[in-house]
Nanobody, 129 residues
Framework: QLQLVESGGGLVQPGGSLRLSCVAS????????VGWFRQAPGKEREAVSC????????YYTDSVKGRFTISRDNAKNTVYLQMNSLKPDDTAVYYC??????????????????????WGQGTEVTVSA
């Protein structure tokens, strides 16, 4: 069964940190461009960050630049999202998705020019005092 499973969400105070994990099973995540997306209550889903396969080029939406870092551990078939200096506006359900092919631009993945073939079920992040 092909699936992505996110974990690492939770409740954190403003200024705190969390690391989200996206683990793939049934397929090799390194062959795909992978992205993190989020959906806040009452809002549309938005892209947060994406990372290419092979040469690990990353793309970040403006609101998280300098605070979030996306990375891959191919040995663990996992993509991470390190989130620092969290703000209440970061509160959302975070999803990972995989798609594209070897060399697909992470920006293309994030802005929707590349299909996201696999989705996880999401992990909830709440930033509140």
């Amino acid at each position: 069964q092909l699936q992505l499973v996110e974990s690492g969400g939770g409740l954190v105070q403003p200024g705190g940190s969390l690391r989200l994990s996206c683990v793939a099973s049934g397929f090799t995540l390194d062959a795909y461009t992978v992205g993190w997306f989020r959906q806040a209550p009452g809002k549309e889903r938005e892209a947060v960050s994406c990372i290419s396969s092979g040469v690990e080029i990353a793309y970040y939406t403006d609101s998280v630049k300098g605070r979030f870092t996306i990375s891959r551990d191919n040995a663990k078939n996992t993509v991470y999202l390190q989130m620092n200096s969290l703000k209440p506006d970061d509160t959302a359900v975070y999803y990972c998705a995989a798609g594209g092919t070897w060399g697909t631009s992470p920006q293309a993945m994030c802005v929707g020019r590349t299909a996201r073939d696999y989705w996880g079920q999401g992990t909830e992040v709440t930033v509140s005092a």
